[in-house]
């Protein structure tokens, strides 16, 4: 396997001689994006509030250091 393409939630590998372009979307509007990178041969990871949550966007899945439940 010469090229891949991994993507989990968020966090997205690309390897080998294929580019992808990624859109970074405003975190409180799906139709909006902030902007976009290209990915050939390299790796992103991003995180946020807004499409993983616990009833409300105060509970993210980005849980504090000095909690049990997500800050919030």
Known sequence: MEDF????KGDLLIFGEHEEEVFIQYSRDKEKQL?????K?????TSGDYN???GSHKKSHIVGPF??????
């Not at 393409?5 to 989990?8: C, N, P, R, T």
């Not at 909690?67 to 919030?72: C, D, Q, T, Y």
Request: charged letters at 15%; zero cysteines.
């Open 5 to 8: 393409f991994i993507d989990s």
């Open 35 to 39: 902007f976009s990178i290209i990915l």
């Open 41 to 45: 041969n390299s790796r992103v990871a």
């Open 52 to 54: 993983q949550y616990f």
């Open 67 to 72: 909690f049990i439940f997500p800050k919030g």
